[in-house]
């Protein structure tokens, strides 16, 4: 029952449509399945990061971090208005090019982008108050599995339908476009975390 739950908020985590799920759609749209997967595997890492920290140390060390929460945020914002600027010039310097001569934005980088989202501690540190097992170190990596199971499941979904949509859409502008709109709304994402935060 315990992996169940921790699977199911794995999903949870994953499917709300925020930065990184834009990333990790607009790299599969422009650089395929593959390198979506990828995205997706370093998002769903750092929610396992986060599981096996909230269940196997406690919720309250990363109850801790929300001390810190505004000056993340402040951090995670600006890292989202960098990435926003990146992906503009990479539309820019492709202008005219083949879609795939672009460099996508590796796993690392959205594992840092994931990892920095205080939206995501505060969501493990209410999962680990609900749900604090007591069955020992087994337990709680089978836990924190469950749950990037779940969450790799729902990005490798949003990485397969931006790969996908490149695939039927031939014309390099209209990808640029799809692009030059997520990098927007990224960067969306990064001036209202600046504007709350700070």
């Given amino acids: 029952m315990y992996y169940l739950q921790a699977f199911l908020f794995g999903i949870t985590v994953a499917i709300a449509i925020g930065p990184i799920a834009l990333l990790i759609m607009q790299i599969a749209l422009s650089h395929g399945f593959r390198a979506g997967a990828l995205a997706a595997a370093g998002a769903a890492a750092a929610d396992f990061l986060y599981a096996l920290v909230a269940f196997g140390i406690g919720a309250s060390v990363v109850d801790n971090l929300q001390a810190y929460s505004g000056r993340i945020e402040i951090a995670a914002s600006i890292l989202l208005l ?3 600027v990146y992906l503009l010039t990479q539309v820019y310097r492709r202008h005219g090019k083949s879609v795939e001569q672009a460099k996508a934005t590796g796993p690392f980088t959205v594992f840092l982008l994931t ?14 108050g609900q749900v604090m097992p007591a069955g020992g170190p087994v337990m709680v990596v089978g836990m924190a599995t469950a749950t990037f199971l779940g969450s790799l499941l729902v990005q490798l979904g949003l990485s397969a339908g931006g790969a996908v949509l490149g695939k039927a859409i031939s014309n390099p502008r209209i990808i640029n476009g799809l692009n030059i709109l997520s990098a927007f709304g990224i960067g969306a994402f990064g001036v209202g975390g600046l504007i709350v935060y700070s």
């Fill in 82 to 84: 960098i990435l926003a």
């Fill in 115 to 128: 990892a920095s989202n205080p939206l995501t501690i505060v969501m493990f540190v209410a999962f680990a």
